[in-house]
């Protein structure tokens, strides 16, 4: 697997980057719109945050109509953060937090089933 790029994102970026994830391109004026209805921001906040994901490389800036294009994959993001959290909680080990996480769940059995299918698609 290829080294994840090293962009973290708060929620409030992720909030924009939903929007990319979901429409492929917008403008930066209905992104703020669109914000400002769901999240309150008012337009100067969106565009900063815009810009700073733009600066961080996630989105890419189209001209004309500073139209907007994420430039990360929602994958990338989450397999970024999942490793964040992994390495924060649980000293980057996955069975720690696989053991710690399913010992307080009450899995169905189609969910045993699915995880023991892809424990078995696993290579040694």
Known sequence: MSALPDIRLHEGELNIMELLWSNKALAA???SKIIKEYVGWEKNT???VINRL??????KREE???ICRAAISKRTVQAIET???LDKLYNGSLSNFLTEYLK??????VEILELQRILGEQRL
Do not use: C, H, M
């Open 29 to 31: 004026k209905d992104i």
């Open 46 to 48: 969106t565009y900063t």
């Open 54 to 59: 733009i600066q961080k490389g996630a989105i």
């Open 64 to 66: 004309p109509g500073f």
């Open 83 to 85: 490793k964040a959290l």
């Open 104 to 109: 307080n769940q009450r899995l169905t059995k």
